[in-house]
């Protein structure tokens, strides 16, 4: 007849002690890599957010010691006519620039999409403007708006129309710019929408087709449903895009003629670095943050109904 052997309690817990320590022995490697990125990410991307929300509160030069100011930065904005007006011009820019920037380059990606020979080279010549650098547009475009030897005015004089003042006007302007952005970013957005038409399965469209349905009602009925996360997608980012434009304006008109082109960051801008106003520059910044994640709240909820 045979005894059991009770082990003292002590023997108990070597087990589990040494797994514990041979999973950590195990991790320290990763533990240190993960704590090595999240220290840069924090001094690169938290720091400097959590900084600009402490300066929204001072008035800050960078020559002497920051005070404490309270809301006062945000009452010399709301009291400032150019901050309401650099918020219209900003969601104007923002409209035209979704009309433009958001249906040309799904019609083109339509486009692309039907075709059965060049799509290669059609494509690369839509992605071509993204590849060069935004300065490199905006003065392009602005010796394309020139009123004298620009190339607009010269190819409407040569079939007898008059020039016009394309960015000295502030009634063609702000859509001058808008046309500036549109050909600069269209690339990426038409070759997003394009891998998403790709996406499709031809037996809707023939479905669609032996139902009678036309090329809008394939369009509105099989293409828009199929393509509706991409589509929701790219709305977001451009509107995040549209509302911090800043190249176009400040190359190309300065904010003027008047101040019918000043955007929102341009202002910001202007508070920093021509003012020295920078606890105002930072109070203008988290007003932008504020904006930006409200349209981010509400694309959540529509990919979520969407879903």
């Not at 589990?16 to 041979?22: E, I, Q, S």
């Not at 929204?56 to 009452?75: I, K, R, Y």
């Not at 509105?220 to 393509?227: D, G, L, S």
């Amino acid at each position: 007849m045979s005894t059991a052997v009770r082990l003292p309690s002590a023997a108990l817990g070597v087990r589990p002690a040494a797994r514990l320590r041979r999973r950590i022995r195990e991790n320290v490697t990763a533990y240190g890599l993960l704590c090595a990125a999240l220290l840069v990410f924090a001094g690169f991307s938290w720091y400097p957010i959590v900084r600009g929300i402490l300066l929204s509160f001072q008035q800050v030069n960078f020559v002497t010691a920051p005070t404490w100011v309270g809301l006062e930065n945000f009452q010399k904005l709301f009291a400032d006519p150019q901050f309401w007006e650099a918020w219209v011009n900003t969601l104007l820019f923002t409209g035209l620039a979704l009309v433009f920037g958001f249906a040309v380059p799904f019609a083109i990606a339509v486009l692309l999409n039907e075709l059965r020979h060049g799509k290669a080279y059609f494509r690369l010549v839509v992605y071509l403007p993204v590849m060069l650098p935004p300065v490199v547009v905006a003065l392009l475009w602005k010796w394309f708006y020139d009123p004298g030897p620009g190339l607009f005015n010269s190819a409407l004089h040569a079939v007898g129309l008059p020039g016009l003042s394309w960015l000295d006007s502030p009634t063609t302007a702000m859509l001058s710019l808008v046309l500036v952005s549109t050909w600069a970013n269209m690339g990426s957005a038409t070759l997003i929408y394009l891998a998403a038409l790709q996406t499709i399965s031809g037996d809707l469209y023939e479905a669609a087709e032996l139902d009678g349905a036309g090329l809008w009602r394939r369009l509105w009925h099989v293409t828009i449903p199929q393509t509706r996360f991409a589509l929701l997608v790219m709305l977001l980012l451009q509107l995040v895009a549209t509302m911090q434009v800043f190249t176009e304006p400040y190359i190309m008109t300065g904010g003027g003629p008047g101040d019918s082109t000043v955007t929102v960051l341009l202002l910001l801008y202007k508070y920093a670095f021509f003012y020295n106003d920078f606890g105002t520059a930072s109070a203008l910044s988290l007003l932008l943050f504020v904006v930006l994640g409200v349209f981010g709240l509400f694309y959540v909820r529509l990919t979520r109904r969407a879903d």
